[in-house]
């Protein structure tokens, strides 16, 4: 089964996804040669599902969620390849200035950084009522009144005071929320979340998703949210990708991921979170050193041929060397690209 | 235990400091050298500005019974071999330097900051060739630069202010142009494409309004260096011509002959560039440490 086929039948008992992406390319022209970066990535997101896009560093997961914004940079990075449907406009095809009619109006994105994601000169009011004015021709007022609006809606105190201050008044948690309310002041139909909490601590972390979670529900935002944290994952994703190597390798519902992953590298990622219960000491045998995925993410120009972690899998055979896997439905509802997803659960015994 | 008398400090600080004019008093207390340096260029803007009511003599009134006459009673500051009173030639002086300098400066930094903004902001063909054009710009000093645009466009009022504001752009496009390779990589410039932001209206909105704390400075600083500069190309026979009153070109026309016999014509001319290059200075170092609290004391 390819890919394609796999985004088809993608939970059929939604409607009409607000976001189709098939067989996406990225590539990087760099120095160090041909950077595939995203390599035929496909997935399907329906209104108000949160969808999130985990892997390791390096593994395309950045890049996939600037490509859908079409904010790659270029040189050295271009989309080579797919599609990227929102609605029934491929972003793909769309002139630069058509482009910026659907970013921060259709399709919106808040970044990781929230200490510098605010331009420091400038009020977070004019700021906010800045993508206002310039997608729904507001005016300014009415502009400042719907920003007061959103600043309420992400739970900023006083927010016809905060209007009028400047960023570096914020806390990061404070700013992030600004940061979203910016991002959802024009009613997009997704929302990209790039690492949203990594740069928070973690009990503004969980108010930060409590806040983002709250939005899709009452706006009823797609989300696509870009992390490495599987905690976060767990607590907010309705649907998840593990991508590895600018390949999806593995896609499942939120609980069949953790309950059976398909891949041995999904199942390494959850392995290697620690274990609280196992700390405490609860029986002394069941303490066991943390688990990690031996060795590297391998580099992206010189990727191996055949499956990219096969070097670091214990499960890998000469074919997975030789071959790469096909990316094939393993259980209803759940696709993966092993060779070896029936042999999984050796790993936890090796 | 260290003794810190902590009201003495806040009070440093500024804690307790509301409203307009407690806050400049407190600027004056925090930076007095700025402050008497914009004391020294406020007084010479109200020159400027009274002219005509400071001084009862006409500046270009020539009078041949008061030629080289001392400084006394009825000639404040002496007058020159033409008779023209001193005091009001210094006096109306002060309007042709403050337009030159503030008008060259202007224009300066308009187009300094347009050339260093869209070269650092765009880069690609553009910046290479607007960078070459600064650079061949750069290789003269600031004098010898305006000195060649003044002979190009010939003595006059505004070619002085224009040939000065050529001159100026260089040192302003260079720094407006590395601040904004800088700022243009800053989150916040990604967060605003993400918006769906044009790239002119970033450079304008987002970058632009971040450079201007440096070029602030930075105009403050040109300030004075304009007003040597027109004095200079004034001294040489290139700056403002007759009949507007310059004080270079006050000296240049009593140097060489009345240098020894009427030294007044040469004295008071020389200090008020003094002064108020003085001042531009002392106030450009203190709003740049106002700006800028890493630097300096």
């Given at each position: ?294 060795g590297m993410v391998p580099a992206l120009s010189n990727l191996p041929e055949g ?44 | ?155 006059s009022l505004q070619n002085t202010i224009v040939a000065i504001s050529i001159a ?130």
């Open positions: 089964m390819t890919s394609q086929s796999a985004v088809d039948m993608a939970d059929p008992t939604v409607d009409a996804p607000v976001l189709q992406v098939a067989n996406l390319q990225t590539w990087f022209y760099t120095r160090a040669g041909l950077v595939k970066a995203v390599d035929g990535v496909s997935f399907s997101l329906a209104r108000g599902e949160t969808l999130a896009i985990v892997g390791e560093s390096g593994c395309g997961k950045s890049v996939t969620s600037l490509s859908l914004m079409r904010l790659v940079a270029d040189p050295p990075g271009r989309i080579v390849g797919g599609t990227v449907h929102l609605g029934d406009t491929d972003l793909l095809r769309l002139d630069e200035a058509a482009m910026r009619a659907v970013r921060g109006n259709r399709i919106a994105m808040i970044f990781q950084e929230p200490m510098t994601s605010l331009n420091p000169v400038m009020t977070i009011g004019r700021q906010i009522s800045e993508s206002v004015i310039l997608h729904q021709r507001l005016s300014r007022a009415a502009a400042l009144e719907r920003t007061i609006e959103m600043l309420r809606l992400v739970g900023i105190p006083e927010p016809a005071q905060r209007v009028k201050e400047y960023p570096h008044l914020l806390s990061g948690g404070m700013r992030q929320r600004a940061m979203i309310a910016m991002a959802l002041a024009c009613n997009p139909e997704v929302l990209i979340a790039d690492e949203p909490t990594s740069a928070l601590d973690v009990t503004i972390q969980a108010q930060i998703l409590e806040v983002i979670a709250k939005l899709r529900r009452e706006l009823g935002t797609a989300v696509i949210l870009i992390t490495h944290d599987l905690g976060v994952v767990a607590e907010t994703a309705d649907r998840v990708i593990v991508m590895y190597a600018g390949r999806k390798v593995e896609e499942a519902s939120t609980m069949d991921l953790f309950v059976r992953p398909m891949h041995p590298y999904t199942r390494g990622l959850i392995n290697s979170i620690p274990r609280l219960s196992l700390m405490r000491g609860e029986s002394q045998a069941a303490v066991t050193r943390l688990q990690e995925i031996p499956c990219a972690f096969a070097p670091r899998c214990a499960l890998a055979s000469d074919t997975c060397r030789r071959e790469y896997p096909p990316y094939e439905q393993k259980q209803p509802g759940q696709w993966a690209a092993c060779w070896h997803s029936d042999q999984i659960e050796r790993i936890d015994h090796d | 235990m260290l003794a810190l008398d902590h009201t003495a400090e806040l009070e440093k600080a500024g804690a307790n400091v509301s409203g307009k004019r407690s806050a400049a008093l407190h600027l004056i207390r925090r930076y007095p050298l700025g402050a008497v340096g914009a004391l020294i260029i406020l007084f010479f803007v109200a020159v400027a500005v009274f002219a005509g009511v400071i001084t009862a003599f006409d500046p270009l009134t020539t009078n041949s019974e008061a030629a080289l006459a001392r400084p006394g009673a009825e000639h404040l500051l002496g007058a020159d071999f033409m008779g023209r009173d001193m005091f009001a030639r210094i006096v109306y002086g002060a309007r042709t330097s403050l337009m030159v300098s503030v008008g060259a400066t202007a224009l300066g930094c308009l187009g300094g900051v347009l050339i260093g903004l869209s070269s650092g902001f765009f880069g690609g063909w553009f910046d290479l060739i607007a960078q070459r054009f600064i650079d061949i710009l750069q290789a003269l000093p600031l004098l010898v630069l305006a000195l060649v645009m003044a002979a190009a466009l010939g003595p100026l752009i260089p040192n302003i496009a260079r720094v407006i142009r590395s601040n904004t390779l800088s700022l243009r990589e800053l989150p916040f410039v990604e967060a605003a494409r993400a918006v769906g932001m044009s790239e002119i209206r970033i450079a304008l909105t987002q970058v632009l309004p971040n450079t201007l704390a440096p070029l602030i400075v930075l105009a403050t600083a040109q300030l004075g260096s304009a007003i040597l500069v027109e004095s200079s190309l004034a001294f040489l026979g290139l700056g403002v011509p007759e009949p507007h009153p310059s004080w270079g070109r006050m000296l240049s026309e009593s140097a060489a002959d009345y240098v020894r016999t009427a030294p007044w014509l040469v004295i008071f001319p020389g200090l008020a560039i003094s002064a108020v290059v003085f001042g531009t200075n002392l106030l450009g170092d203190a709003i740049r440490d106002m700006l800028d609290p890493r630097q300096g004391t």
